[in-house]
């Protein structure tokens, strides 16, 4: 009866899940699956229980870059989904479930959202779990507002490169979380330098950062700062998230350091 309605009032929690930490990026490429699955993993290293949801529909690597490929989903008698665990994370993503890995995702908003609807409420955890990570896609489209509005998010983190294109997108992302009223837990840079292993001399191949005066600007954190290390893609397309396979690394040492924060 009230003349203005909340879109946010019929927000549910997602069940068994302590703590839900969405990964965004306002454009592709810049490492936002990388950082989602290396957190989820930093996470699982400290201890905690994880989930890792791929929310990026149309184009998953959650599978790939978790080494999940051949796993399969299965489900409860009451038609929940059970996702398969790897590296001690459990996993669901929309490419578990395609017949193979370039089967296009072809669907309209209506579709789109009864799947995203189905990946935040119907999946069956397990035990308890202390952080869900989801791994949104790109930009601020759909799958952002459909969350913001369904479900009840602890906090996002942005993923940027040092580039001032990647950062007009982190400012479009900040204010697209603060619209949908899903608090802003930071940005991590991605991308950040590159030490050559020859000198040691540090390079900051996408010039000099900003980010932490955007972070300032919009009241918000620089989580942290990632190296470009040739180790973290050549591990992700073996599937074991580089802070697993490569401990002492400068990028596992700054992914772990950001998983602290969270
Ligand atoms: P997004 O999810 O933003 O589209 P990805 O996480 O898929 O980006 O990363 C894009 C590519 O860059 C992948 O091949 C990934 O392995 C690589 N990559 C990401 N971060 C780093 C890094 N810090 N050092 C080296 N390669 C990286």
Not at 103 to 130: C, M
Not at 159 to 178: C, E, H, R, S, Y
Not at 198 to 222: H, M, R, W
């Amino acid at each position: 009866p009230t003349a203005q309605q909340n879109p946010f009032e019929s927000r549910r929690r997602i069940p068994k899940v302590k703590k839900v930490i969405a990964v965004a990026s306002g454009k592709g490429g810049v490492g936002k699956s990388t950082v989602a699955v290396n957190l989820s993993a930093a996470l699982r290293k400290m201890g905690y229980n994880v989930g890792y949801l791929d929310a990026d529909m149309y184009g998953p690597s959650g599978p790939t870059m978790l080494g999940a490929k051949d796993k399969q989903v299965t489900a409860t008698p009451d038609n929940k989904l059970i996702p398969p665990e790897v590296h001690g994370i459990k996993i669901m993503s929309i490419g578990l479930l395609l017949p193979s890995e370039d089967t296009p995702v072809i669907w309209r908003g209506p579709v789109l959202f009864k799947a995203l609807s189905q990946f935040l409420f119907d999946i069956n955890w397990g035990e308890e779990l202390d952080f869900l990570i989801i791994d949104l896609p790109p930009g601020t489209g759909d799958v952002q507002i459909t969350l913001g509005q369904t479900a009840e998010i602890d906090g996002a983190v942005i993923v940027t490169t040092p580039q001032d294109v990647a950062l007009i997108d982190v400012k479009k992302g900040i204010q697209m979380f603060n619209e949908v009223q899903i608090p802003v837990l930071g940005i991590v840079e991605n991308m950040s330098y590159f030490v050559c292993p020859d000198s040691g001399k540090k390079y900051e191949i996408f010039g000099k950062s900003k980010t932490e005066e955007v972070a300032k600007q919009y009241n918000t954190e620089l989580l942290g700062r990632i190296p470009i290390e040739p180790k973290v893609a050549e591990f992700a397309d073996l599937g074991i998230p580089v802070v697993l396979a490569k401990e002492d690394s400068e990028s596992s040492k700054a992914f772990m350091k950001v998983a602290e924060e969270l």
